[in-house]
């Protein structure tokens, strides 16, 4: 009788806990999107699509695709008069016009679906897994400048289930192929002013050239960071040399949750990195399609009014 009673209480521990878990979850969950959704009606967005949620790295998981699905879902539930896309109509969009089918979203990719499918703007999101928790933060894109127009984030309770979801990868980024034949290269990493900048792969399509880094402030306090495009007052630019020694200007920089923006002064973006924790950037170039590598990537930085300089070399840009 004492067996019986005792799983008895344990049955009923376990089913309370999933159901807690549930309740926190779709709490965080519909929470962000009803802001989310308020935002796109502000705007005057008339269609939304939803992209498969990433990883810091650029990777599509399961728990990235099952909470795409989930907010998408609850943004059409949101009765804000705004239609969603059907994320199988738009996977086969994509598919179709040789467009990227994971969450990593670049300006030219945005412009082109929002002309094939008509829509206004994009959603996309990043899992950051922490102790106890995954933060999921979401931007919305207009699909017509590529520009973020709002963003916002949640934490969700970690489970074992959702440790697995995680871990379990759909598409790296290093496998995936794009126009042109997606090119890739391995990792590299810097150190300059107490701050780690990790290359973590190079995307080169036809004519275009895109760099993911994680950076990570390994200062003891939170310190802001800015990138710079080009600064007027110091007559600094970041660029990229090829290797026929041809050189570009950068296009965009994306960190975090900010983009590039411009001032009298100068092109930057800027965000608060938190002591330790790995924060995504995003470099938009151009480079010859008959380019075998990188000779330099120059990216300038500015910490408490201090410009420094980044640099990466020979990356190489394997066929």
Known sequence: MRKILFAAILAGIFTLSIFNFIMAYEKEVKGLCSNMAERIYKGGRRTVAVVDFVDLQGNVTKLGRFLAEEFSVNLADAGKGFEVVDRTHLKTLLKEHKLSETGIIEPSTARRLGQIAGVDALVTGTITPFGDSVRLSVKILDTATAKMIGASSCDIPKTKAISELID???????DRR???DLRTTPKSSVKVQD????????????????CNILITNNAPAD????????DNRYSIVSFIVDSFGNRYDIGEILLGTQTSRSSPYNVSVGQLLVSGVPTNAKIFS???????KISLLEIICMEQNQPFKVQFRDIPLSK
């Open 168 to 174: 379990e990868q759909i598409v790296p980024v290093s």
């Open 178 to 180: 794009g126009p042109g």
């Open 195 to 210: 701050f780690t900048f990790q290359l973590m792969d190079v995307k080169s399509g036809g004519d275009s050239l895109n």
């Open 223 to 230: 310190r802001n960071l800015s990138m710079f495009i080009k």
């Open 286 to 292: 151009q480079v010859s399609p008959r380019a075998q």
